[in-house]
């Protein structure tokens, strides 16, 4: 079974500066991807960044890197340059590749001060 | 020209009634999903089809069904609404198998049960 853990219920950074969103999973899959989405209170979901397990580099998307640790089994999102409108939860999650069931962590509320 | 369009955006309803979430997607994908995303936020999956057929059933009360036409349409169907049945709705859809781009989700439904 899939298992996606966030510790971070709440997070506060100041405006410009970096952030590191917490994210480990735990699975028996050799084969995996893994994906970060922002939800802003609007209520959407959004799309922001994705590793697969055999990547060998990190991935990154603008202000957007992903810390894959895979011995660690850890998927950190890093925002570089945090602006107000990164305020928003983030959401964690994984899906198989042999399959096509996405889980999600809990998520982490990010606040972004000016 | 949205991608995941799911009607009503909102639903407020009395206990006891039935009521049905529509969703629609033209991004050619095969699959097609529901997830409930409670009051703290958490997502879980509740239904998964491949091609008008469900691969997903995960233990959600059988006052849940969902219909898909078609692989462009999943809709749920809920009946004997109740108290707890009070969420936001999301609709997704996914290529099947692997792939960067994850799913792409409705704008969800918010449901309240009164």
């Known amino acids: 079974a899939q298992k996606i853990t966030q510790t971070q219920p709440g997070m506060f950074v100041q405006e410009k500066e970096a952030v590191t969103l917490d994210c480990t999973y735990d699975t028996s899959d050799p084969s995996y991807g893994l994906f970060w989405y922002k939800q802003p209170s609007s209520g959407e979901m959004i799309f922001l960044i994705y590793?697969?397990?055999?990547?060998?580099q990190n991935a990154t998307e603008g202000r957007y890197s992903l810390n894959f640790q895979k011995a660690r089994k850890s998927a950190n999102l890093v925002i570089s340059a945090s602006q107000l409108g990164d305020s928003a939860m983030y959401f964690c999650?994984?899906?198989?590749?042999?399959?096509?069931?996405?889980?999600f962590g809990a998520g982490t509320r990010l606040t972004v001060k000016p | 020209d949205t991608a995941v369009s799911q009607t009503p955006k909102y639903l407020v309803t009395q206990m006891g009634n039935d009521k049905s979430i529509k969703c629609e997607q033209n991004?050619?994908?095969?699959?097609m999903y529901w997830y409930k995303q409670d009051s703290k936020k958490f997502l879980k999956i509740m239904f998964s089809?491949?091609?008008?057929?469900?691969?997903i059933n995960e233990t959600v009360p059988n006052r849940f069904s969902p219909k898909s036409p078609d692989k462009a349409h999943l809709n749920l169907h809920i009946n004997s609404l109740e108290l707890g049945d009070s969420a936001v709705y999301f609709c997704?859809?996914?290529?099947?198998?692997?792939?960067?781009?994850?799913?792409?989700f409705g704008s969800g439904t918010r449901l309240t049960v009164v």
């Open positions: 999650a994984m899906r198989a590749v042999w399959n096509n069931d996405m889980r």
């Open positions: 997704a859809s996914s290529l099947p198998r692997q792939g960067p781009s994850g799913y792409t």
């Open positions: 991004l050619g994908h095969d699959t």
């Open positions: 089809y491949n091609n008008k057929e469900l691969i």
């Open positions: 590793q697969g397990s055999y990547d060998q």
